[in-house]
């Protein structure tokens, strides 16, 4: 099995560890490369593996996280990649948080000043620009490709959000294609996606294992399927409801681990569970 998974009652990190020091001598795990969500759960993972080693010294796996922290990923992925070279070095730079916050800031006041007739407040100006930045980086994170949607279709509720429309969709492309760079969200997703063409192209030399990812962004989803069908790959899903085979819709709780499962091919049968196979009666309740 290349897939697991544990009851909601189990410490799923902990279970990882001990499968992980099942299958791999201590000098082997220093080879491992962990993917986790983000930083706090790669310092949770860090943890269960201490709990296990106690005063013991054992190097750990390479422990990285999918997001916010792109050079530690760069590296691992360099890693005995002779592919990976050239995919990194097709990747747009990306633009500061600063920078992005001023442009889009600019964006912003010259609208309302033509708006309005009068000259916005820098309060007012920044607290719209980052309620834009959220909407960018959703949409860029759902795989949705900004130059490539038809406006026209685009609908709001309340019509005074056109604003966001024509500064998003209109002025902002135009902005990255002078500059030559794109936002942060845009380039970890380059990433995630430069990742994934090597990989499938040519497999890493070492285990990797995706651990504790639902896959809520499409380019994840992709990257678990592919880690899935590497000849070392392991994906370990958090709390997937085994006793569920009917789909459920987006809002469910196993809505995100559902759409994984399906990326990867997979139906529950695929799955091996970390663990105590049962539940007590309370539990189940």
Same mark, same amino acid.
């Given at each position: 099995?290349t897939?697991?998974?544990?009851?909601?009652?189990?410490?799923?990190?902990?279970l990882t560890?001990?499968e992980m +020091? %099942?299958?791999?001598?201590?000098?082997?795990?220093?080879?491992?490369? &962990?993917?986790m969500?983000? %930083?706090?759960?790669? /310092?949770?993972?860090?943890?269960? +593996? #201490?709990?296990? @080693?106690?005063?013991?010294? &054992?190097?750990l $796996? #390479?422990?990285?996280?999918?997001g916010?922290?792109?050079?530690?990923?760069?590296?691992? +992925?360099?890693r005995? !990649?002779?592919?990976?070279?050239?995919a990194?070095?097709?990747?747009?730079p990306?633009?500061?948080?600063? !920078?992005? #916050?001023?442009l889009?800031?600019?964006l912003?006041r010259?609208?309302e @000043?033509?708006?309005?007739?009068l000259e916005?407040?820098?309060?007012?100006?920044?607290?719209?620009?980052d309620?834009? /930045?959220?909407i960018? !980086?959703?949409?860029? =994170?759902?795989?949705?490709?900004?130059?490539?949607?038809?406006?026209? =279709?685009?609908?709001?509720?309340?019509?005074?959000?056109?604003?966001? &429309?024509n500064?998003?969709?209109?002025?902002?492309?135009?902005?990255?294609?002078?500059?030559?760079?794109?936002t #942060?969200?845009? =380039?970890?997703q *380059?990433?995630?996606?430069?990742?994934? *063409? @090597?990989w499938k192209k040519?497999? $890493?030399?070492?285990p990797?294992?995706?651990?504790?990812s639902t896959?809520?962004?499409?380019v &994840?989803?992709?990257?678990m399927?592919?880690?899935h069908?590497?000849?070392?790959? +392991?994906v370990?899903? $958090?709390?997937?409801n085994i006793? /569920?085979?009917?789909?459920?819709?987006?809002?469910?709780?196993?809505?995100?681990?559902q !759409?994984?499962?399906?990326?990867?091919?997979?139906?529950?049968?695929?799955?091996?569970?970390?663990?105590?196979?049962g539940?007590? $009666?309370?539990?189940?309740?």
């Amino acid at each position: 099995m290349t897939i697991f998974t544990a009851h909601w009652h189990h410490d799923l990190l902990r279970l990882t560890a001990q499968e992980m +020091f %099942r299958r791999y001598d201590a000098e082997a795990l220093p080879n491992l490369l &962990v993917l986790m969500p983000n %930083r706090r759960s790669c /310092i949770a993972m860090r943890e269960a +593996f #201490r709990g296990l @080693t106690g005063d013991e010294t &054992v190097l750990l $796996p #390479r422990i990285v996280p999918l997001g916010d922290a792109e050079n530690e990923l760069l590296m691992a +992925f360099a890693r005995g !990649q002779a592919d990976a070279e050239s995919a990194l070095s097709a990747l747009p730079p990306a633009m500061s948080q600063w !920078q992005h #916050r001023m442009l889009l800031a600019e964006l912003v006041r010259t609208f309302e @000043t033509k708006r309005t007739g009068l000259e916005p407040s820098l309060h007012h100006v920044l607290a719209l620009t980052d309620d834009l /930045i959220e909407i960018q !980086q959703n949409l860029i =994170r759902e795989g949705i490709h900004i130059a490539d949607v038809n406006v026209s =279709r685009v609908a709001f509720p309340d019509m005074a959000q056109h604003w966001q &429309v024509n500064i998003l969709f209109k002025e902002w492309p135009y902005i990255e294609s002078e500059r030559g760079l794109v936002t #942060r969200a845009g =380039r970890e997703q *380059a990433l995630l996606k430069a990742m994934n *063409a @090597t990989w499938k192209k040519s497999p $890493p030399p070492y285990p990797v294992w995706m651990v504790g990812s639902t896959g809520s962004m499409p380019v &994840v989803r992709e990257l678990m399927a592919t880690i899935h069908r590497l000849p070392q790959g +392991f994906v370990v899903l $958090p709390e997937l409801n085994i006793t /569920i085979s009917d789909a459920v819709n987006i809002g469910h709780a196993q809505y995100y681990v559902q !759409q994984a499962m399906h990326a990867m091919g997979a139906t529950h049968d695929s799955v091996d569970l970390l663990g105590e196979q049962g539940v007590t $009666p309370r539990q189940q309740l």
